[in-house]
């Protein structure tokens, strides 16, 4: 890695300047040196070819800065999202812009894996077999039936009434294994096909990571001709990627597959044959044998090696029962594969799915971490690449194309080795820029006195006590994150009975509904976990504080990070220098910005680790936190909102 050299300003400059292209277009638009600046090392990039790894802080406008130059370079461009709200709002609103501000013609899509678009076949399955769970299904399937008369793109973002993760989605669209392909009587105005011959035809495509790691990992998500046709790649959202990928680049097998594998075979056996025995029979004894698996797993919902249970006896009893249902289910779909497509898809899936229960449950491959997850009816065995940082550089060698990797969160005290480690990106350009928000004015850090480390048995009651006052002098307005779900239930049941003001808890409502909620408010408090970390944008003074509870240090017990700290130390690393702090740096980064969004926003951080002052790598977190004047005295925290509460005033 090598810092940038920049040299003189560009085109994608100059239409960022003050008589540029989009101050003309923007309501409000401002110069900002630090978009500038990003926008001229994404068009030098773009021009020369070198990797760039680019850290653009919250407000610069990092999305502007790499549209500009994608779409003035003329050249065919992939862009990455962390997920599928930020491709809605990059293909909806950000793109339209920049592109009717140089008045560029170019031609976008926006492409998603398929499991966001209505299957019309499943729909009809799935109305033909009428076997749903409770009457709020049955609402939501006839409500996506009318919708499904209605929609020209099919994805199902656009039926907002119903949560993204409701139990009848699953039920009508598609997976890579439950699809019929050309054989589906539906082809011709199957919606995924449709997105795929537009994003084929697009000079600018919009996907997810999701999308962009299964394919490179050669995993079926049906656009395999796009990547081979791209010039330039830009990854926005870049360090969520690293995890993205070590999913890809393994192996898997959910208790889900194999579920709906005999939901789909009684379903299609019941619609070719209109018989409930036989056949079906043999599907229920698979799910039954699932069951018995996820019960002998444990009942707590946990991650763990996969040694842990691999010699347990009921786990020993279950596995060969289930591998035993899932080969008769397998024999009775061959004898029945010719009836239908269906059908014959179904036996496919049960014998990929035999080979998968095989590998991962056998001997691990070298390299690999053999772990487990349970759910409250669910588990997932998986087998997860130590590290993939080969795999990724060699993929990526393939395309022959310019990538750009970018995000408010990459660098550790102004090092990027960390991500770039990970990703095999040892040769990128890089370029550092500071958020231009005024941090040392508008914002107040706050480390509570007299509070024991967190490993202490009175941490989280000593910790909200800190919560309460805080939250009282703030006047809710408030986030309230931390590291773990025991931190977050206890939070609950004491801010229940104390809190003064609107209290919203992650797991109550979908998160959208949640954030909403809390701008209408405008005095609440909401207590999250992990999800809300990051890629949650409330401006203004509804949130005016944010209080975490500990250094987001990965768990030890976590069987994949547990592996790596194992692998570092016999390779003679430094498993915390070298993984533990830069990640914890990198998590609370996220966390932190949520607090300022905007050129107005004004509010109080609070950390309630005191090892940030006590231990020699405090310095390291602070030194990768935004410049804002430092506290250990309440009364401050106090004056703070009650200077904002005056300025409003007056």
């Not at 994404?42 to 680019?54: K, M």
């Not at 707590?300 to 591998?323: C, F």
């Not at 080969?327 to 035999?354: D, I, T």
Request: include cysteine.
């Amino acid at each position: 890695m090598y810092p940038l050299e920049q040299g003189g300003p560009g085109q994608a400059a100059h239409c960022l300047s003050d008589s540029g292209a989009l101050a003309g277009e923007v309501a409000g638009f401002a110069v900002r040196p630090q978009q500038v600046q990003m926008a001229d090392a994404v068009e030098q990039a773009l021009e020369d070819g070198t990797p760039l790894i680019v850290e653009a802080g919250t407000g610069i406008g990092k999305t502007f800065a790499y549209l500009v130059p994608a779409l003035l370079s003329g050249k065919r461009v992939i862009i990455s999202t962390g997920t599928r709200h930020l491709q809605d709002q990059l293909f909806h609103r950000d793109l339209p812009t920049v592109r009717s501000a140089l008045a560029a013609p170019v031609t976008a899509a926006l492409l998603k894996g398929r499991a966001n678009y209505l299957c019309h076949h499943r729909l009809a399955v799935t109305r033909s077999e009428g076997r749903l769970e409770s009457r709020q299904q049955i609402i939501q399937l006839e409500a996506i039936r009318d919708w499904a008369g209605r929609t020209r793109s099919g994805d199902i973002a656009e039926l907002s009434g119903i949560p993204e993760d409701a139990p009848i989605w699953p039920r009508v669209t598609s997976t890579a294994e439950n699809c019929l392909g050309q054989e589906c009587e539906w082809y011709q105005q199957c919606h995924v096909v449709k997105a795929r011959r537009t994003a084929q035809d697009a000079d600018l495509v919009i996907i997810n990571h999701h999308l962009l790691c299964a394919d490179l990992a050669l995993k079926e998500e049906g656009f395999g001709e796009l990547l081979p046709g791209a010039e330039v790649f830009i990854v926005d959202e870049a360090h969520q990627l690293p995890e993205t990928a070590t999913r890809f680049f393994g192996i898997s097998l959910s208790s889900r597959q194999l579920q709906e594998l005999a939901r789909d075979s009684i379903d299609e056996y019941v619609r070719e044959t209109a018989l409930l025995e036989g056949l079906p029979d043999l599907a229920r004894a698979l799910e039954r044998a699932l069951r018995e698996l996820r019960l002998a797993l444990g009942q707590d919902e946990q991650r763990a090696p996969w040694a842990r249970v691999a010699a347990d006896n009921g786990v020993q009893e279950s596995l060969p029962r289930l591998s035993e249902a899932l080969r008769e289910l397998a024999e009775a779909l061959s004898q029945e594969a010719e009836r239908s497509r269906g059908l014959e898809n179904c036996h496919q899936r049960a014998l990929k799915l035999q080979a998968q229960l095989q590998q991962t449950t056998a001997q691990p491959p070298e390299n690999h971490i053999h772990w487990f997850e349970t759910w409250k009816s669910a588990f997932r065995i998986n087998l997860t690449p130590l590290d993939v940082a080969e795999n990724f550089d060699s993929q990526r060698r393939t395309l022959p194309s310019c990538w750009v990797f970018t995000s408010a969160t990459l660098s550790v005290n102004g090092d990027f080795e960390h991500f770039a480690r990970r990703l095999g990106l040892e040769a990128a350009r890089t370029l550092q820029l500071d958020s231009p928000f005024d941090y040392r004015h508008n914002a107040l850090f706050y480390l509570p006195k007299g509070l024991p480390e967190p490993g202490a048995p009175d941490f989280t009651e000593r910790m909200l006590d800190v919560a309460e006052t805080v939250i009282q002098a703030s006047r809710g307005r408030t986030f309230v994150l931390f590291t773990s779900y025991r931190a977050l239930h206890l939070a609950r049941r004491r801010l229940q009975a104390s809190c003064d003001y609107p209290l919203l808890v992650q797991g109550s409502a979908p998160r959208n509904e949640l954030l909403e909620r809390f701008r209408e408010l405008g005095n609440a408090v909401l207590l999250g976990t992990s999800s809300f970390w990051e890629g949650v944008d409330v401006r203004g003074e509804a949130l005016s504080c944010v209080i975490i509870d500990k250094l987001p240090f990965a768990s030890p017990g976590d069987p994949v990070w547990q592996a790596r700290i194992d692998a570092l130390k016999s390779r003679g690393g430094n498993p915390f220098v070298e993984e533990q702090l830069p990640h914890a740096v990198i998590t609370l980064k996220q966390g932190v910005g949520r607090l300022i969004r905007d050129v107005t926003d004004r509010g109080v951080l609070v950390v309630c680790d005191s090892r940030l002052v006590s231990k020699s790598y405090g310095k390291v977190f602070i030194n990768s936190l935004p410049d804002m004047k430092r506290t250990r005295d309440l009364d401050e925290v106090t004056a703070f909102f009650e200077a904002d509460d005056v300025a409003r005033l007056s």
